[in-house]
Structure formats: C-alpha cells, structure tokens
T-cell receptor
Framework: DQQVKQNSPSLSVQEGRISILNCDYTNSMFDYFLWYKKYPAEGPTFLISISSIKDKNEDGRFTVFLNKSAKHLSLHIVPSQPGDSAVYFC??????????????FGEGTQLTVNP | EPEVTQTPSHQVTQMGQEVILRCVPISNHLYFYWYRQILGQKVEFLVSFYNNEISEKSEIFDDQFSVERPDGSNFTLKIRSTKLEDSAMYFCASYLDLSYEQYFGPGTRLTVT
C-alpha cells in the first residue's frame, strides 16, 4: 500500500533551525491530512492537520503546507528543539467521502534535533 | 486532559490461543478504531466502529478478528486463534464527529510464541 509515502526515513537538524518533513500521496480521494508524532513505546500523538480546502495551517512552531496539484504536503517546525526528536507520521483520510474515515499512514521519518 | 487508555501494555500468548485487547476511548467520542504496527512496518488500519457496528474493515480483519463495545466505555479487539504473524503493536483510537483528528492510545504489544 503506497498511497501515502514519506521518502526520507530520517532527518537530522541543529537546534534552532528549521525541520522540514515531506509526504506524498497518490489517492485523490484523500481530503484531510494529519501529522502525528511518536515516541518509542507510546502511541502516535496528534500534532496538526489540514483540510484539502486549505493550503496552509499553522499552530505555534508547526506549520503544514498542502500542494494539492502535486499531491504533496510538508510539515515545518521552526525553531526545532531537542524535544522534537521523534518519529513523525503523515496520515491521510477520505473524510466524509468514505465511511469510517480510516487513516492511511506513511512510513514515518525519524527526526533528530541536535543541541 | 482526556486520553485513550489500553490494557494490557504487553500480552504474550501461545499460537492458537485467544486474546482480548482492551481500550477505553475518550468518553464523548463517537468513532472507534483499531490499528496495528508490525515491527518495522507502517501503522495499518484494521477496523472502524460507529453506532455499535463495524463501519469499515481492512482485508487484514478476517474472521479471526472481532470487535465489541460491551458497555458505554470499553472497546475490545478479540483475536480468536492467534498466529505468529499477529505479533505487533495494536493501537486503539477514537475521535469526535466534528473533526477527523484521531486520538491514539499507548498501544498493546502482542507477542505470539
């Protein structure tokens, strides 16, 4: 199932700099996108989301950008902090177009923020 | 802050045995889910549950799996006859109808020997 893909398994940045995590999708029925953060031995924690009717959503240090024509979204973290080190998952939902609103996940990107 | 809880945190069982994984979703949420993550693989959807019935299930969710909401708070996943390949982290999630932001529990690590 390659409907949601995160091509970078890992990313390393310096504290205070910007982290950019990328995600691509293929299913045009997806209309709601979410980013989750996951620490080892814990469940995914919801971070930020965006509806397909928008191209940007911001929440504090986190901004998600959506490019529908390219079927691409990205998560920007500015400034990055060592506590941001975790695995970040991109997920997509068909929303009201599909029953149940199952989430389809990407593989995840391990972000390491170095002090 | 309300959270999804799951028990047990780790379950070890022998192949062929039945297991029941338990979840308590956030109290005012209406949609409930089970996902799993096999080590090194993606988080995969298993089943969604709304209004006391299954609303969607994946091809993984075969006759060996069942879900139940036996009372107003618990949501369970039963695997009737476990196989080695059922070893995974199982996550319960829930959300309210106003958004699609699913909130996940900490997971149950199932080890089938």
């Amino acid at each position: 199932d390659q409907q949601v893909k995160q091509n970078s398994p890992s990313l390393s940045v310096q504290e205070g700099r910007i982290s950019i995590l990328n995600c691509d999708y293929t299913n045009s029925m997806f209309d709601y996108f979410l980013w989750y953060k996951k620490y080892p031995a814990e469940g995914p924690t919801f971070l930020i989301s965006i509806s397909s009717i928008k191209d940007k959503n911001e929440d504090g240090r986190f901004t998600v950008f959506l490019n529908k024509s390219a079927k691409h979204l990205s998560l920007h973290i500015v400034p990055s902090q060592p506590g941001d080190s975790a695995v970040y998952f991109c997920a997509a939902s068909g929303g009201r177009r599909t029953s149940g609103s199952r989430l389809t996940f990407g593989e995840g990107t391990q972000l390491t923020v170095n002090p | 802050e309300p959270e999804v809880t799951q028990t047990p945190s780790h379950q070890v069982t022998q192949m062929g045995q039945e297991v029941i994984l338990r979840c308590v979703p956030i109290s005012n949420h209406l949609y409930f889910y089970w996902y799993r993550q096999i080590l090194g693989q993606k988080v995969e959807f298993l089943v969604s549950f709304y209004n006391n019935e299954i609303s969607e299930k994946s091809e993984i969710f075969d006759d060996q799996f069942s879900v139940e909401r036996p009372d107003g708070s618990n949501f369970t996943l039963k695997i009737r006859s476990t196989k080695l390949e059922d070893s995974a982290m199982y996550f319960c999630a829930s959300y309210l109808d106003l958004s699609y932001e699913q909130y996940f529990g900490p997971g149950t690590r199932l080890t089938v020997t």
